[in-house]
């Protein structure tokens, strides 16, 4: 299984992005794909991530300026970013909790992160 993240870069104060990830491989089901940041000197931290259903769960920090979808046909969730901060700035991972068989165990798959950077 490998997730594929790509989307980030440099981006002024105010200004958007958006991120994509493609989960690919021997894949059974997604339960859920989403965001996770860290920047600098701090813990990785949850961003945003849909759930089957789907459930959209979000950070207090980026709550009505991120929004996070899927697109299952895909097996590609999107994070669209706007009215970016500078304490946005961060690497971003994508990351899917997926089964690989039908009846197997659910484990959580990260992708190589992408680089944010918010600065005028």
């Known amino acids: 299984v490998q997730l594929q993240a790509s989307g980030g870069g440099l981006v002024q104060p105010g200004g958007s992005l958006r991120l994509s990830c493609a989960a690919s491989?021997?894949?059974?089901?997604?339960?859920?794909m989403g965001w996770y940041r860290q920047a600098p000197g701090k813990q990785r931290e949850l961003v945003a991530i849909a759930t089957n259903g789907p459930t959209l769960t979000y950070s207090d920090s980026v709550k009505g300026r991120f929004t996070v979808s899927r697109d299952n046909a895909k097996n590609t969730v999107y994070l669209q970013m706007n009215s970016l901060k500078p304490e946005d700035t961060a690497v971003y991972y994508c990351?899917?909790?997926?089964?690989?068989?039908?009846?197997?165990?659910?484990?959580?798959?990260w992708g190589q992160g992408t680089q944010v950077t918010v600065s005028s």
């Open positions: 990351s899917a909790v997926l089964q690989t068989t039908p009846h197997g165990a659910s484990f959580q798959y």
């Open positions: 491989g021997a894949i059974f089901s997604i339960n859920a």
